[in-house]
């Protein structure tokens, strides 16, 4: 098998997406393990190295003496073509083993349009792609991440999901996986004993009865003592959590290319489109110490010359001055560079940005979302056009020319009148950098809009919302291209097509699995990358199984119907997303929690306490 590789990798562009082996990255003893788990990353090498979940996990799983984590990310279509006419099985990056001979992979679901490389990455292994058709001999597969929120699309294809974060259950499922193989259980005694570990969902476990109308009438435990309810797991004291002291350092260059480090979890803003913030609740953060202490290792550790501090909103962190300023300080030596993403613009300090700006400017992107206040106030962004204005006026002035602004279309409650005021933004962010003195502003002043397509998520307040069609999110673009008349202003668009099958996956139930095992078959892979992406394929997949994608992405749906992913206990209640939703009817804005509780529910029965 290294034969063949050594012979393919001169094929193919980018080998160093293959051959492992960068600076500290983890080489154990096999004959020592008990166990082998494979992580993988369902794209390419370099999208899956800037995911700092993979860091986290890697690290924490290899801390331990009886197991070894491995990675796994999907071969680009050239490597893949090579390995298929080769007939080389994929393999794990530090081993070169076949994935077929792990014990057990665990799969991050970061995007909804990932999943047929879930398969190719599954068929390239000889693993079958159907739960009910793996046996004893072949890897017990699983799956974590925001996705799973709603794990009833690929219930016929993975055993069993995890709910919350994986520090805080990724152990007790490794315990009882060795437990397995010491005492040689079957698959589906291993399932028995992981249904009671909190946090953990078997779909083969439940019974879905459907009405004539095809919604769901009742999900049905199969057994007394499987849960009715599956928690979410979360790492309470964030102080406490697992984080890495080393980073992979890749040969290559990668999306991020950076040393991260993780500051906060959950967001207190309750944007009502954004399921991030209501799925990561509560906020926890870190120490400032603690911040420090870990960024200036991962800077000692991988040689990186620039640092992010992540969060979802990284400058609500209540010491984040104090962070800044201590690391700009103990680094002015090394000249690193200091990115902060996520800002926002009503919580930007443009002391903090001047410290930033003293070693390097970065770019700057900021997120009014909609282009008026009203339409702010539907979905509860929480700025307002002084916010954007005065940040944009100081920006300038400290010497920034290029700023990117991201919006939304096809938004709960929209008119065109709201997608004609992006535009106006547009136009007036470029005034202000035109009015700013010559001796201040930086040279060559543009401004970049992006618009994205809006897709409905669970567990917000938009999660009964129809989704915009198609032939609606394309009008919508290209009215807000005829409203910009300005070559200084550069208009980005997302592709609709894409947002709908996203949107479909998104709120979908498990008869999805079968449409998406047939897409696959058809040819579909690398759907997330538009030269790859085969709409039509798709739509002849959903056609030749007689399951109608509309009933997913373009029925609103009303407050009693029983949703695919009710059963999951996120922390936030119905109710509250049901309040939050009238209140985004009537544009009434609901304040950040860090002043007031919105009563979401999760410091309640979830936590049995304060946030």
């Known amino acids: 098998m290294l034969d063949k590789l050594d012979d393919i990798l001169y094929r193919v562009e980018k080998p160093g997406r293959y051959i492992g082996e960068e600076i500290n990255m983890v080489e154990k003893d096999l004959g020592k393990v008990t166990t082998r788990f494979g992580f993988a990353f369902p794209d390419i090498y370099e999208v899956g190295m800037s995911y700092l979940g993979l860091h986290i996990i890697y690290g924490l799983m290899n ?100 709910m919350g974060e994986g520090e805080d259950v990724l152990n007790e499922v490794m315990d009882e996986m060795n437990y397995k193989k010491e005492n040689g259980l079957t698959k589906a005694q291993f399932l028995e004993r992981i249904v009671k570990i909190e946090g953990i969902y078997i779909p083969e476990f439940y019974e879905i009865i459907y009405k004539e109308d095809k919604t769901i009438e009742e999900m049905r435990p199969l057994k007394e003592g499987y849960p009715v309810k599956v928690k979410k797991r979360i790492m309470k004291d964030m102080n406490e959590s697992y984080y890495p002291e080393k ?25 009502r489109f954004c399921q991030a913030g209501m799925i990561y609740r509560p906020v926890r953060e870190k120490s400032p110490e603690k911040i420090i202490e870990s960024s200036l ?29 201590t690391l700009m300080e103990k680094n002015s030596d090394k000249k690193i560079g200091l990115s902060l993403p996520s800002l926002r613009l009503d919580s930007f300090s443009m002391e903090i940005l001047q410290e930033i700006q ?28 002084d916010n954007l204005f005065d940040t944009l006026t100081e920006v300038f002035n400290l010497g920034w020319s290029k700023v990117k602004l991201y919006f939304m279309i096809g938004l709960p409650y929209e008119t065109d009148e709201d997608i004609e005021g992006i535009a106006k933004l547009g136009q007036q962010a470029l ?7 010559k001796e201040n502003r930086g040279r060559g002043g543009s401004i970049t809009l992006s618009a994205s397509c809006f897709v409905p998520k669970p567990f917000t307040p938009f999660q009964w919302f129809a989704q915009n069609p198609v032939d609606e999110f394309s009008r919508k673009a290209y009215f807000l291209k005829d409203a910009i008349n300005s070559k200084h202003i550069k208009y980005q668009y997302h592709d609709s097509k894409t947002s709908y099958l996203e949107g479909v996956f998104a709120r979908g139930d498990r008869r999805l699995s079968e449409v998406l095992i047939k897409a696959f078959e058809l040819g579909c892979k690398f759907d997330g990358w538009g030269e790859y992406f085969d709409f039509d394929a798709w739509m002849k997949a959903f056609e030749e199984l007689g399951v109608d994608p509309d009933f997913y992405n373009l029925r609103e749906r009303d407050y009693e119907e ?47 306490g304060l946030c």
């Open 297 to 325: 290792k991962l800077l000692e550790t991988t040689g990186y010359e620039e640092l992010s501090l992540t969060s979802l909103s990284t400058l609500d962190h209540t010491a984040i001055k104090q962070i800044v300023t």
């Open 562 to 608: 029983i949703l695919p992913w009710d059963f999951i206990d996120v922390g936030v209640t119905k109710k509250f997303l049901i309040r939050e939703n009238e209140k985004a009817k009537n544009g009434e804005t609901t304040g950040n929690c860090m002043d007031t509780c919105g009563g979401c529910g999760v410091n309640t029965g979830f936590l049995g």
């Open 358 to 385: 003293k070693i390097r400017k970065t770019g700057l992107t900021f997120a009014p979302e909609a282009g008026t206040q009203r339409m702010r106030d539907v979905i509860n962004k929480g700025v307002t056009e």
């Open 431 to 437: 005034g202000i950098y035109r009015n700013t003195p």
């Open 247 to 271: 980073f992979i350092v890749p040969y290559l260059e990668v999306v991020h290319g950076r040393v991260m480090t993780e500051i906060f979890r959950g967001c207190t803003r309750g944007c």
């Open 63 to 162: 801390e331990r003496e009886d197991l070894y984590c491995e990675r796994i990310f999907s071969p680009w279509v050239d490597m893949e073509a090579e390995m298929r006419k080769e007939e080389m099985p994929l393999f794990t990056l530090e081993t070169k083993t076949p994935i077929k001979e792990l014990d057990i992979i665990g799969i991050t679901l970061q995007y909804e349009l990932s999943y047929t490389n879930i398969l190719n990455l599954m068929d390239l292994g000889n693993i079958p792609l159907r739960t009910s058709e793996r046996t004893e001999d072949d890897p017990i597969i699983f799956a974590g991440g925001p996705c799973a929120y709603n794990p009833e699309p690929l219930a016929g294809i993975i055993d069993f999901f995890i």
